[in-house]
């Protein structure tokens, strides 16, 4: 069953940056024009994380840096009004990522993260309501930022507080190195590990990250069931929800962690979270693919 925590932030830790969305009409057509729609909007997995907790029903506090310029300002500005409590350090350069989604809705990301990875000199006050603490990988690896989350962990573990880890990207993952990553989460011994299907097969497949986290990993599969792997060894297939034509999943999985990790705060079982999750993904989706 789930822990029943009535009340309690939903703290995250990472990045909040510009996304500068590109949808292609085509193929590109290299050295000359391609025809695109461009938005601009807040982005960042871990403040997209506390918005989608919020859409769900639980308060969320957004730990990260941003830089001391008038993207940073807009983007706290805007962040405060999707009702997200910002504790935010100021300084260098905003980061900005630019987001490819292909006729099909599949996504390429170019990141240049600038301030987000320069988050120093934690401070346990950062985790004071907290009720689970949710650190997405790229939060872990360069600079900074990473031996900041890192501490946060270790002192929501010192709490009694969860922590949740999102595994974030396959790419990174390998950047860092496959042992390496096995190594640093095993050391921060999450309470939940999410991941998706190429994430989890990049670390050696669901049965080498059922035992990185202490209570559960889920393995989501896009339109396949998601994997429910519990610390007992019993697996559960939980399935996924049916979208109809081509969708931008950009930020689908930081709201299907917002909604499962909600539910299960607010006693549901496991498998009824990973459902939940569900819900919230495809709802993101949804907003995603209205604007």
């Given at each position: ?69 008038a993207i940073g300002d ?104 496959v042992a ?112």
């Amino acid at each position: 069953m789930g822990v029943s925590v009535t009340s309690g932030i939903i703290g995250t830790i990472g990045d909040l940056v510009e996304d500068i969305a590109v949808r292609l009409a085509g193929p590109v057509n290299i050295a000359s024009d391609t025809e695109a729609r461009i938005d601009r909007r807040r982005g960042g997995s871990a403040a997209n994380m506390a918005v989608a907790v919020v859409r769900a029903g639980r308060p969320a506090r957004f730990i990260g840096q941003v830089g001391d310029d008038a993207i940073g300002d807009a983007l706290v500005r805007i962040l405060e009004a999707d009702g997200v409590e910002a504790t935010v350090h100021r300084s260098g350069r905003t980061g900005t990522i630019v987001v490819l989604v292909d006729a099909a809705g599949e996504r390429t990301m170019l990141t240049d993260r600038a301030a987000c990875a320069d988050l120093a000199d934690p401070d346990p006050a950062w985790l004071d309501g907290v009720a689970l603490l949710h650190v997405p990988f790229y939060s872990l690896v360069g600079g900074a930022l990473a031996g900041t989350a890192a501490t946060l962990i270790g002192w929501a573990h010192d709490r009694g507080t969860p922590v949740s880890i999102d595994a974030s990207s396959a790419a990174v993952i390998e950047h860092h190195g496959v042992a390496a990553t096995r190594r640093l989460l095993a050391d921060l011994r999450p309470t939940v590990l999410l991941c998706n299907e190429l994430e989890a097969a990049t670390l050696g497949g669901a049965e080498a990250v059922r035992p990185l986290a202490t209570a559960a990993t889920v393995v989501k599969q896009g339109p396949d069931p998601a994997l429910l792997l519990l610390a007992d060894g019993s697996t559960i297939t939980v399935p996924a929800l049916a979208l109809e034509g081509l969708r931008d999943t950009t930020g689908a999985g930081d709201a299907f962690a917002a909604g499962l990790l909600v539910a299960h705060l607010d006693g549901a079982s496991w498998p009824d979270a990973v459902m939940a999750g569900h819900r919230s993904a495809r709802a993101a989706i949804g907003r995603v693919s209205a604007r």
